[in-house]
C-alpha cells in the first residue's frame, strides 16, 4: 500500500518495539486534531526533531487488525456514542507484517487511585 504524507517518513530517526518497551508509555495523554491532507508534510516535517517513528522489520506504517469487545447489549460503543466521561474500550489488536498480538484494556476518565 502506497501513501503519500508529503514527508519522507525515512527522515525520521526509527526507534524499535525492544526500546518502546523501555520508553514510558503508560502514563500518557492523547490528543487528535484535525488538519487537510495538505497540511500533512508541513506538520511532519516541524516533528523530525523531537519525534522518533516506529519501524517494525523496516516498515514504518503497519497494517493491523482489530477485535473489538463488548458486551450483549453494546455497553461500550454505546458510551462512546453518547461520549460518557467514564468507558471502557477492549480490543485484540494483530500486526499483520509480525503476527504479533495484543490485548488492549483502556479506561476513559477514570483515576486510578
Do not use: W
Amino acid at each position: 500500500m502506497t501513501f503519500n504524507v508529503g514527508c519522507d517518513l525515512n527522515s525520521f530517526q526509527e526507534i524499535g518495539l525492544h526500546q518502546m518497551a523501555e520508553a514510558s508509555l503508560m502514563d500518557r495523554r492523547e490528543f487528535k486534531f484535525a488538519l487537510p491532507l495538505t497540511k500533512l508534510g508541513e506538520l511532519l516535517q516541524s516533528l523530525l526533531t523531537d519525534y522518533r517513528m516506529l519501524s517494525i522489520q523496516g516498515i514504518a506504517l503497519q497494517a493491523y487488525r482489530n477485535v473489538y469487545f463488548d458486551t450483549v447489549d453494546f455497553a461500550f460503543f454505546r458510551a462512546q456514542q453518547v461520549r460518557c466521561e467514564r468507558r471502557h474500550k477492549v480490543r485484540l489488536r494483530q500486526y499483520l507484517s509480525t503476527e504479533s498480538s495484543f490485548l488492549e484494556i483502556r479506561a476513559f476518565g477514570i483515576i486510578a487511585e
